[in-house]
């Protein structure tokens, strides 16, 4: 079974609290959306698997461990995209995909428009962020997409999560990982999460 992981780090917190906040601007919001996926990233990637090897000091040999599996990281267009440079701070060779949807805001339902991987795709460990787990419908199309081309090896990582797409993932998804930096109360009638920030892709790019 797939794993809820909560990020309840102290900057991590102080930071979604800033991000929630109606006054905060543009360029201070895309800043913190990078920083905290940057510390979500540091979590998911905990359990990554390591080679032992041997490596010359200025004074000596040294064992160390290396992280040999290929990594690829998809945002969902277009909030995902704030996500992209947090998480290649700490992933730098790690390849991006792009995965265009939104969700109709009448039937809530995701619609695929676009989508670009990489050639080897499969052979990686892929990273799916999306700022917001809302209804789960998105995420839930994005990874029966990648699992449409053969990637088996899936995490999921998010800003905010709500019960409801927490849920749908673990049902329709239950070996998937899921690495979140708040868990809100519930949805409203129009699907937005409550407390939630807001719609993220207005506030990262000022659309609204």
């Known amino acids: 079974m797939g794993k809820l992981t909560i990020i309840d780090h102290p900057l991590v917190q102080h930071k979604v609290t800033m991000l929630r906040n109606v006054d905060t601007g543009y360029k201070e919001f895309r800043e913190l959306v990078e920083e905290i ?3 979500i990233c ?15 000091t200025p004074i000596c040999a040294a064992k160390g461990r290396l992280i040999e599996k290929k990594l690829g990281v998809v945002p969902v267009l277009r909030a995902g995209i704030g996500m992209v440079s947090g998480m290649l701070n700490l ?3 790690a390849k991006v ?16 428009y676009f989508c670009k991987l990489p050639k080897d795709a499969k052979e990686r460990e892929i990273f799916i962020i999306d700022p917001m787990l809302a209804t789960g419908g998105t995420a839930d199309a994005a990874i029966k997409y990648l699992k449409s081309q053969g990637i088996t090896a899936i995490k999921l990582l998010c800003l905010i999560a709500a019960p409801e797409g927490v849920k749908k993932i ?14 809100d109360s519930h949805l409203d ?20």
């Open 37 to 39: 996926a940057t510390l």
């Open 189 to 208: 009638s129009h699907g937005y999460i409550i407390p939630g920030l807001g719609d993220a892709g207005d506030r990262l790019f000022g659309t609204k």
């Open 97 to 112: 995909g792009h995965l265009g949807m939104y969700r109709d805001p009448d039937t809530l339902q995701p619609v695929t």
């Open 91 to 93: 992933l730098p060779t």
């Open 42 to 56: 540091f979590e998911a990637t905990r359990d990554l698997p390591t080679t032992e090897t041997t490596v010359e």
């Open 170 to 183: 673990q049902t329709e998804h239950p070996e998937i990982d899921i690495y979140t930096a708040a868990y």
